[in-house]
T-cell receptor, first 107, second 117 residues
Framework: KNEVEQSPQNLTAQEGEFITINCSYS?????LHWLQQHPGGGIVSLFM???GKKKHGRLIATINIQEKHSSLHITASHPRDSAVYIC?????????FGTGTSLTVIP | EPEVTQTPSHQVTQMGQEVILRCVPI?????FYWYRQILGQKVEFLVS????????KSEIFDDQFSVERPDGSNFTLKIRSTKLEDSAMYFC???????????????FGEGSRLTVL
């Protein structure tokens, strides 16, 4: 049983395309995290959100707590956006991670 | 910009040996975590630590594992007797947190790659 499900698992896009990655979770949470894992393995936090929408540059994250669903959007995608995007749902002090979405943006 | 640092970046050990992975969290953070990622698999939660004690641990975190904050700055993960299946990237993270329910942004270290032969 996966507490956090992401889709798609793999995504290839042309530079400039609008990208959406989805995350559904079954656990009760107060906030959801979107993380980016670089090809070298390092992990960076992109967003932590508990309601509505957050925007940072070309990245937008939305969450619907009632539907237990979150989306990460990338506008005007660029090859440097190529990475694995992971959603993580904390419950208590434990985190459940999605399997990640591997994004490749082709020039 | 403050960052979480981890050492070593890569350790190779023989099965059955003890391994200590070290992390220096961001200084004003209160919550500390260890995660692992087996090659090609998803990130898995191991343990969270708050107020000098374990606050949550996963099924993976069995008696072979222990964590410690020996001196107020370092946060260590010890694997007492390594197994082949312990080979993974181990990530430390910290967050400011808010009281009992942590909703703080996570800051990750670069990871320590453990290879058990």
């Amino acid at each position: 049983k996966n507490e956090v499900e992401q889709s798609p698992q793999n995504l290839t896009a042309q530079e400039g395309e609008f990208i959406t990655i989805n995350c559904s979770y079954s656990v009760g949470i107060s906030a959801l995290h979107w993380l980016q894992q670089h090809p070298g393995g390092g992990i960076v936090s992109l967003f932590m959100l508990s309601s509505g929408k957050k925007k940072h540059g070309r990245l937008i994250a939305t969450i619907n707590i009632q539907e237990k669903h979150s989306s990460l959007h990338i506008t005007a995608s660029h090859p440097r956006d190529s990475a694995v995007y992971i959603c993580a749902a904390p419950t208590g002090n434990q985190f459940y991670f999605g399997t990640g979405t591997s994004l490749t943006v082709i020039p | 910009e403050p960052e979480v640092t981890q050492t070593p970046s890569h350790q190779v050990t023989q099965m059955g040996q003890e391994v200590i992975l070290r992390c220096v969290p961001i200084s004003n953070h209160l919550y500390f975590y260890w995660y692992r990622q087996i090659l090609g698999q998803k990130v898995e939660f191991l343990v969270s630590f708050y107020n000098n004690e374990i606050s949550e641990k996963s099924e993976i975190f069995d008696d072979q594992f222990s964590v410690e904050r020996p001196d107020g700055s370092n946060f260590t993960l010890k694997i007492r007797s390594t197994k082949l299946e312990d080979s993974a990237m181990y990530f430390c993270a910290s967050s400011e947190g808010q009281g009992e329910s942590n909703t703080g942004e996570l800051f990750f270290g670069e990871g320590s790659r453990l290879t058990v032969l």
